[in-house]
């Protein structure tokens, strides 16, 4: 059974003289094991939408976006206004699951076998899955399922995982990450050999560089009240317990100011959430313009998670000239380093002292100036052309080359 393939819009093409000796572009499948993304994406799929664009932009790379047939009326939803757009994409004849359980137990499909030539099956996130000729990249955003430290690494979902990304590192020609400290967790937990481990990093989105020029009174959706601003709703992973406890202690010292949580609640934080008086709850996902507006008009974001395989808000709030308190804690230091306030964000005494970032504009001025230049460092392309670079270290000699 052929897979169908379309292309939504024309290609960039070489447009140099059709004489001239080219260099055979590497021919990429992804494989992310859905639709190309459309509408609301989380950290992990502006990441995939920006590696994906990228390469298909590249004139050296040709890109087909590889989606199960379970997923194929998704991916035709996508529209001009999607990064993804211009991307070809392709059905395959297997729906998600059926690919997930046979190439565990089977090996099979082969993914290069519906497309020909191909060099490589990229995944732009932690998928299992099984080549022939083509070489694997499989990307890990972070191994917070398997910690030992998470209580529910043994549940039968963490086992599961386990397995499956096991099997892909060891499949893997190449393993991509977004951190050091991510790299170091793969490789101990998943027994990568770090030789094959590329840090490609996370970038930020050109609309929080454009917000920092905004006035915040005049952008902030709650213009009458100081508030400080969090992303990634209230869950263990996202240290709902610190943040709760960051509530608290700004009720006790300022009573009219709030404390934003965008996101989903899990159940155990619901309770003491809606009993706060100063936490207000948007439990769902916003598109970019309204997080940028959200995070121009707060005080200071906050990043007080247990566990983060990097920590793209902390970037959003340095890019929109917003300081940045976070939990010295996995992937934050390395990520917001001297430009923000690294505390211990389960310590009533280290957020006492962060909260003296409300009568101390010296502070506040010096850590948006510090971010400005640290978030420098953080850009799509240049993870673009690591990632590149990565791909590259390990294709095979182009033959026109020899």
Not at 308 to 316: Q, S
Request: proline share 6%.
């Amino acid at each position: 059974m052929q897979p169908d393939i379309l292309s939504s819009r024309a290609r960039i093409d070489d447009t140099r003289h059709p004489s001239a000796r080219l260099p055979r572009r590497i021919r990429i499948g992804v494989y992310n094991a859905s639709e190309r993304y459309h509408g609301y994406t989380t950290g992990v799929g502006r990441h995939v939408n920006r590696m994906v664009a990228g390469l298909a932009t590249h004139p050296d790379f040709d890109v087909t976006f590889m989606v199960p047939k379970d997923h194929w009326v998704l991916d035709r939803a996508c529209t001009p206004e999607d990064q993804l757009f211009g991307v070809r994409s392709m059905r395959l004849p297997q729906s998600r699951q059926a690919l997930q359980i046979a190439s565990l137990l089977l090996r099979r499909p082969l993914l290069d076998k519906y497309l020909a030539g191909v060099d490589w099956i990229y995944s732009p996130r932690e998928q299992l899955f099984a080549t022939g000729s083509a070489a694997a990249a499989v990307t890990f955003h972070d191994v917070y399922h398997l910690e030992p430290s998470n209580p529910d690494n043994a549940h039968p979902r963490a086992i599961r995982l386990r397995v499956l990304w096991r099997a892909a590192v060891e499949r893997a020609a190449t393993v991509l990450t977004t951190s050091e400290f991510s790299k170091q967790r793969i490789c101990e937990i998943l027994r990568a050999d770090a030789s094959r481990v590329h840090v490609i990093g996370n970038g930020v989105e050109e609309i929080f560089l454009d917000v920092a020029k905004s006035d915040p009174r005049k952008v902030s959706p709650l213009p009458e009240h100081t508030y400080f601003l969090s992303i990634g709703g209230l869950s263990r992973k996202k240290g709902g317990h610190n943040i709760l406890l960051f509530a608290n202690r700004l009720e006790k010292c300022d009573r009219d100011a709030r404390l934003v949580v965008i996101g989903p609640v899990e159940p155990q934080y619901a309770g003491a959430a809606h009993a706060s008086g100063n936490i207000l709850i948007i439990d769902r996902g916003l598109p970019d313009y309204q997080i940028a507006r959200w995070i121009r008009g707060a005080l200071a974001v906050l990043v007080l998670s247990e566990y983060e395989g990097f920590g793209i808000p902390a970037l959003e709030a340095m890019a929109a000239g917003v300081p940045v308190i976070a939990n010295d804690a996995s992937s934050l230091p390395e990520v917001v380093g001297d430009a923000g306030l690294m505390i211990d964000a389960a310590s009533m005494k280290d957020i006492d002292s962060a909260l003296d970032i409300r009568s101390d504009p010296g502070l506040r001025a010096e850590l948006i100036k510090r971010g400005c230049e640290r978030v420098k460092r953080w850009r799509w392309d240049q993870c673009v052309d690591k990632l590149s670079a990565a791909l590259r270290a390990t294709s095979a000699p182009d033959p026109q080359t020899e």
